[in-house]
């Protein structure tokens, strides 16, 4: 009988201090390795260097600006990316701690 009465207070708990410490290890997991996918440390490290390190008489700075000039529209899309990504997490997690009120409340509406 004592189970029945602690019940809410595991659920309560489990619902709102284990698993959103386990989902934010997982989305700071997530977020590390999309930023890895995308390359965008490298892109961000080699901002200034030729795109194919193409180094012929010439061609160094017509190489450079062609390099800033891709990989300035290949960080702008993979910061787009990235904010996308944050904003379905956050979206995520404000409706998984919104979940059980809405249950509570459709019970009491007719």
Do not use: H
Not at 5 to 11: Q, R, S
Not at 44 to 58: A, H, L, Q, S, V
Not at 75 to 100: G, H, W
């Amino acid at each position: 009988m004592l189970f029945y009465v602690e019940l809410p207070f595991i659920f309560l708990r489990f619902w709102f201090l284990e698993v959103p410490t386990s989902v934010f290890k997982f989305f700071i997991f997530l977020n590390k390795s999309f930023i890895q996918l995308v390359s965008l440390p490298l892109l961000i490290k080699t901002f200034f260097r030729p795109w194919k390190n193409e180094y012929r008489e010439g061609l160094v700075g017509f190489s450079i600006v062609m390099g800033i000039f891709i990989k300035l529209f290949v960080i702008l899309t993979d910061i787009f990316m990235l904010l996308v990504l944050l904003s379905l997490e956050i979206i995520t997690t404000i409706l998984f701690f919104c979940f059980p009120f809405a249950v509570i409340l459709l019970l009491f509406i007719k």
